[in-house]
Protein backbone atom coordinates (compact mmCIF):
# COMPACT_ATOMS: atom_id res chain seq x y z
CA UNK A 1 0.00 0.00 0.00
CA UNK A 2 1.19 3.70 -0.54
CA UNK A 3 1.41 4.46 2.99
CA UNK A 4 4.42 6.74 3.58
CA UNK A 5 4.20 10.03 3.10
CA UNK A 6 7.05 12.07 1.29
CA UNK A 7 6.90 14.73 4.58
CA UNK A 8 7.79 11.88 7.05
CA UNK A 9 10.34 9.99 4.60
CA UNK A 10 13.31 11.77 6.02
CA UNK A 11 12.45 11.58 9.65
CA UNK A 12 11.21 7.82 8.84
CA UNK A 13 14.84 7.07 7.41
CA UNK A 14 17.17 8.59 9.97
CA UNK A 15 15.15 6.88 12.63
CA UNK A 16 15.58 3.39 10.54
CA UNK A 17 19.46 4.47 10.97
CA UNK A 18 19.11 5.10 14.75
CA UNK A 19 17.81 1.49 14.85
CA UNK A 20 20.67 0.04 12.97
CA UNK A 21 23.08 1.73 15.23
CA UNK A 22 21.24 0.18 18.49
CA UNK A 23 21.55 -2.42 16.71
CA UNK A 24 25.06 -2.76 16.32
CA UNK A 25 24.26 -2.25 12.29
CA UNK A 26 26.25 0.27 10.41
CA UNK A 27 23.30 2.00 7.90
CA UNK A 28 25.17 2.70 4.51
CA UNK A 29 21.34 3.84 2.93
CA UNK A 30 18.01 4.25 3.62
CA UNK A 31 15.04 5.05 0.58
CA UNK A 32 12.03 3.96 -0.56
CA UNK A 33 8.56 5.19 -2.22
CA UNK A 34 5.33 5.12 -0.72
CA UNK A 35 5.12 1.91 -0.52
CA UNK A 36 8.34 0.59 0.89
CA UNK A 37 11.91 1.28 1.83
CA UNK A 38 15.32 -0.07 1.22
CA UNK A 39 17.61 -0.32 3.35
CA UNK A 40 21.87 -0.84 2.68
CA UNK A 41 23.92 -1.41 5.81
CA UNK A 42 25.79 -4.24 7.25
CA UNK A 43 24.75 -7.33 8.93
CA UNK A 44 26.02 -7.18 12.58
CA UNK A 45 27.72 -10.61 14.32
CA UNK A 46 25.40 -11.12 16.84
CA UNK A 47 22.44 -10.89 14.69
CA UNK A 48 20.31 -12.84 12.10
CA UNK A 49 19.27 -10.99 9.34
CA UNK A 50 15.88 -11.71 10.27
CA UNK A 51 15.94 -10.67 13.63
CA UNK A 52 17.27 -7.29 12.29
CA UNK A 53 14.84 -7.15 9.75
CA UNK A 54 12.52 -7.99 12.94
CA UNK A 55 13.94 -5.01 15.18
CA UNK A 56 13.56 -2.16 12.59
CA UNK A 57 10.15 -2.95 11.67
CA UNK A 58 9.05 -3.31 15.25
CA UNK A 59 10.17 -0.60 16.41
CA UNK A 60 9.93 1.48 13.21
CA UNK A 61 6.12 0.34 13.17
CA UNK A 62 5.89 1.85 17.01
CA UNK A 63 7.25 5.00 15.70
CA UNK A 64 4.90 5.91 13.06
CA UNK A 65 2.38 5.21 14.40
CA UNK A 66 2.95 8.49 16.84
CA UNK A 67 3.15 10.59 13.89
CA UNK A 68 -0.74 11.20 13.42
CA UNK A 69 -4.12 9.68 12.40
CA UNK A 70 -2.84 8.58 9.16
CA UNK A 71 -0.59 6.23 10.21
CA UNK A 72 -2.32 4.72 13.23
CA UNK A 73 -3.27 1.56 11.15
CA UNK A 74 0.41 1.13 9.70
CA UNK A 75 2.45 -2.13 9.87
CA UNK A 76 4.59 -3.72 7.75
CA UNK A 77 4.04 -6.54 5.51
CA UNK A 78 5.08 -9.69 7.17
CA UNK A 79 8.54 -10.91 4.66
CA UNK A 80 11.14 -9.26 3.71
CA UNK A 81 14.01 -9.65 1.18
CA UNK A 82 17.15 -9.85 1.95
CA UNK A 83 20.23 -9.76 -0.23
CA UNK A 84 24.02 -9.49 0.21
CA UNK A 85 26.31 -7.11 -1.32
CA UNK A 86 30.01 -6.71 -1.77
CA UNK A 87 31.98 -3.95 -1.11
CA UNK A 88 32.59 -3.18 -4.73
CA UNK A 89 28.63 -2.60 -5.17
CA UNK A 90 27.97 -0.19 -2.47
CA UNK A 91 28.03 2.60 -4.43
CA UNK A 92 26.17 1.56 -7.05
CA UNK A 93 23.15 0.42 -4.36
CA UNK A 94 23.44 3.54 -2.92
CA UNK A 95 22.33 5.15 -6.09
CA UNK A 96 19.75 2.81 -6.85
CA UNK A 97 18.12 3.53 -3.40
CA UNK A 98 18.86 7.45 -3.80
CA UNK A 99 16.68 7.24 -7.37
CA UNK A 100 13.88 5.18 -6.28
CA UNK A 101 11.35 7.64 -7.10
CA UNK A 102 12.17 8.13 -10.61
CA UNK A 103 12.89 4.28 -11.28
CA UNK A 104 9.54 3.13 -10.38
CA UNK A 105 8.19 5.69 -12.37
CA UNK A 106 9.05 3.33 -15.04
CA UNK A 107 9.39 -0.22 -13.39
CA UNK A 108 6.50 -1.34 -10.61
CA UNK A 109 8.36 -2.40 -7.33
CA UNK A 110 6.99 -5.80 -8.00
CA UNK A 111 7.83 -6.15 -11.35
CA UNK A 112 11.06 -5.39 -10.38
CA UNK A 113 11.47 -7.61 -7.39
CA UNK A 114 9.98 -10.50 -9.07
CA UNK A 115 12.89 -10.07 -11.77
CA UNK A 116 15.49 -9.52 -8.87
CA UNK A 117 14.06 -12.73 -7.04
CA UNK A 118 13.98 -14.84 -10.63
CA UNK A 119 17.80 -13.82 -11.86
CA UNK A 120 19.05 -14.91 -8.53
CA UNK A 121 17.09 -18.40 -8.75
CA UNK A 122 14.83 -17.39 -5.43
CA UNK A 123 11.65 -19.36 -5.58
CA UNK A 124 8.82 -17.99 -4.29
CA UNK A 125 4.61 -18.01 -4.08
CA UNK A 126 3.58 -15.31 -5.65
CA UNK A 127 0.43 -15.05 -3.13
CA UNK A 128 3.25 -13.79 -0.50
CA UNK A 129 4.50 -10.89 -2.72
Not at 1 to 8: A, D, L, Q, V, Y
Not at 68 to 94: A, I, P
Amino acid sequence: MKFIRENIEDELYSYMGGILRNCKSIPFKIGGTSDHVHVLCTLPRTLTLADLAEEIKKSSSKWIKTKGLHYRNFYWQEGYGGFSVGWSQVETVKRYIMNQKEHHRNVSFIDEYKRLLDENGVEYEEKYL
